[in-house]
Nanobody, 125 residues
């Protein structure tokens, strides 16, 4: 399993942007898929975006398509989530998660076995 640390959260106005980072250590970075999950206050954790081990395969929840972009960097062992055009409903804790590579990408939380501690994103005027 990987050890994961997220950063980059904060307070932003509606329409603004943030870039979240997820640094992974402890195992073969390139052998893992990664995903970002969002947990709004009082709600279940939901998948936002995932990226395969090569980086050419990505998947997004409908709610963030066209606004969020996931990417990964081998050298820095970092996965990014660029969030643009943020909305108040994007508020919540964002978690980065990993699992051993699979043929099919997934946004189901139960499919991931390594998790970070989360980073808070608040979208408010």
């Amino acid at each position: 399993q990987l050890q994961i640390v997220e950063s980059g959260g904060g307070l932003v106005q509606p329409g603004g942007s943030l870039r979240l980072s997820c640094v992974a250590s402890g195992s073969a970075f390139d052998e893992n898929d990664f995903a970002w999950f969002h947990q709004a206050p009082g709600k279940e954790r939901e998948g936002v975006s995932t990226i395969g081990r090569i980086g050419s395969r990505t998947m997004y929840a409908d709610s963030v398509k066209g606004r969020f972009t996931i990417s990964r960097d081998h050298d820095s062992r970092t996965v990014y989530l660029q969030m643009n055009a943020l909305k108040p409903e994007d508020t919540g804790v964002y978690y980065c998660a990993s699992r051993k590579k699979r043929w099919i990408l997934s946004l189901q939380a139960g499919m991931y076995d390594s998790w970070g501690q989360g980073t808070q994103v608040t979208v408010s005027s």
